[in-house]
């Protein structure tokens, strides 16, 4: 004997979030607004603004990650991501470097791991700057306010 069982299931809601950093190579210590948006199925997009104002290295960071989604399992998502930073360094002017600037380009490859809780959504992720050759650790949570304060729809069909 089989059963079909159809779900109705709205698309993943949008998330905002806040989150530190920890560079590695640095030691420097950072702070991280970002956005959680759906495009298609396991794919989406988190635009995100990073400071790191009171270290070694004093940096803002505007860019956008594009996150796949490896595996869902329950309330865990592993995803893997690629980003793009606008990149302005203020004290650039102190490391003898040839490639630093004020104003430069980073690019940021990694993995994620999310955790769903209703409307809450903690994450980790390590990201390796291609530019800098440095590793960071990103934690933060995002709260999805479409799960936390939107009326539950019923599905007509139940009612």
């Not at 997009?45 to 996150?67: C, D, K, M, R, T």
């Not at 865990?76 to 302005?88: D, F, I, R, S």
Request: proline residues 4%; contains cysteine.
């Amino acid at each position: 004997m089989s059963v079909n069982l159809l779900v109705a299931q709205d698309k993943e809601p949008w998330a905002l979030g806040i989150g530190g950093i920890y560079n590695f190579q640095t030691n420097g210590i950072g702070a991280e607004l970002r956005a959680y948006i759906p495009i298609v199925d396991k794919l989406a997009v988190s635009p995100q603004v990073s400071i790191f104002p009171s270290n070694v290295v004093h940096e803002f960071y505007a860019g956008l990650s594009v996150q796949y989604t490896l595996f869902d399992i329950r309330n865990w998502h592993l995803y893997a991501l690629g980003a793009a930073y606008y990149n302005n360094w203020y004290n650039y002017t102190s490391f003898d470097t040839k490639i630093a600037k004020q104003n430069n380009f980073a690019e940021d490859v990694g993995a994620g791991l999310m955790r769903s809780f209703g409307c809450l959504k903690p994450y980790i992720e390590g990201r390796y700057d291609i530019k800098w050759k440095e590793a960071r650790l990103h934690i933060g949570i995002l709260i999805s306010f479409n799960d936390c304060f939107a009326p539950k729809q019923h599905c007509p069909a139940y009612n």
